[in-house]
């Protein structure tokens, strides 16, 4: 079965730092793009950053560039984020997923983890 397994979400205090890490099986995790989602209390689903299925290109929503890092290692089935200078507006929780990018240019998101929770506060 697919699974993709959301880790590291923890409590942390503005500025601090975490890691969060996404193991996948019952896929060929390195033939997929990767990406990480955050839905924050009382706001839908935010696309954070992405990465190729290589790890050539990444992508990064402009709120979160020169703080989060996104990096996988496909010969562990692994997909990180670093995120670094914490605010408290990261606070949600981040889901790893699969996407496809179509020929006509739309974003098409296929499995999905459970998410893992971030709460940044003082």
């Known amino acids: 079965e697919v699974q993709l397994v959301e880790s590291g979400g923890d409590w942390v205090q503005p500025g601090g730092s975490l890691r969060l890490s996404c193991v996948a099986s019952?896929?060929?995790?390195?033939?997929?793009?990767m990406s990480w989602v955050r839905q924050a209390p009382g706001r839908g689903p935010e696309w954070v950053s992405a990465?190729?299925?290589?790890?050539?290109?990444?992508y990064y929503q402009d709120s979160v560039k020169g703080r989060f890092t996104i990096s996988r290692d496909n010969a562990e089935n692994t997909l990180y984020l670093q995120m670094n200078s914490l605010k408290p507006e990261d606070t949600a929780v981040y889901s790893c997923?699969?996407?496809?990018?179509?020929?006509?240019?739309?974003?098409?998101?296929?499995?999905w983890g459970q998410g893992t929770r971030v709460t940044v506060s003082s």
């Open positions: 990465i190729n299925d290589g790890g050539s290109k990444t």
């Open positions: 019952g896929f060929t995790f390195g033939s997929y793009n």
């Open positions: 997923a699969t996407y496809e990018v179509t020929a006509s240019g739309i974003v098409e998101y296929g499995y």
